[in-house]
């Protein structure tokens, strides 16, 4: 609008400028075929200058749109990107979840197994304790017979 003002202004000063040429005498020169001509060009340049702000009016709209959809498309792919991210982060934890419940369970297992086979080893020494008690036992009762035999013999 500013440009349309401001070429109008430049319009009338040239129009008021060839006003005033023509008032000088020349002979050759017709002030009113050399205004005309000069309005007609100045006509001719402000709308020439009005067809190119249009233009780049119209491209500054489109290049507006433009930008406006890639940001939408990019806010778009960021979403879908952040999502993908949360769904691998929440993957990822219930994973190493279930792995740590493993390895627990597997630990867990390996504590029992070593309290049962330790459990055996006390059973089973106590066992051979009472084994050898038993023996014992049965050795000194064989040893006082053998000696019963022996003075009995004698």
């Known amino acids: 609008m500013k440009k349309i003002v401001a070429v109008t202004a430049g319009l009338a000063l040239l129009a008021f400028a060839g006003v005033a040429s023509a008032a000088e005498i020349n002979a050759?020169?017709?002030?009113?075929?050399?205004?005309?001509?000069?309005e007609q060009a100045l006509k001719?340049?402000?709308?020439?200058?009005e067809a190119d702000l249009k233009a780049k009016q119209t491209e500054a709209a489109e290049k507006a749109k433009k930008q406006e959809a890639d940001l939408k498309a990019k806010k778009?792919?960021?979403t879908d990107k952040a999502?993908?991210?949360e769904t691998e982060l929440k993957d990822a934890k219930k994973k190493q979840d279930e792995k740590s419940a493993e390895s627990k369970k597997k630990r867990q297992e390996q504590i029992d197994a070593a309290k049962k086979k330790k459990q055996e080893r006390i059973d089973a020494l106590k066992?051979?304790?009472?084994q050898t008690v038993k023996d014992v036992k049965d050795a000194k009762e064989q040893t006082r017979k053998d000696i019963n035999e022996l003075k009995e013999v004698k």
Do not use: H, R, V
């Open 127 to 130: 066992k051979k304790k009472e």
């Open 28 to 38: 050759d020169f017709s002030p009113t075929d050399a205004i005309m001509k000069k």
């Open 44 to 49: 001719e340049q402000a709308a020439k200058k």
């Open 83 to 85: 999502k993908k991210k």
């Open 76 to 78: 778009t792919e960021l």
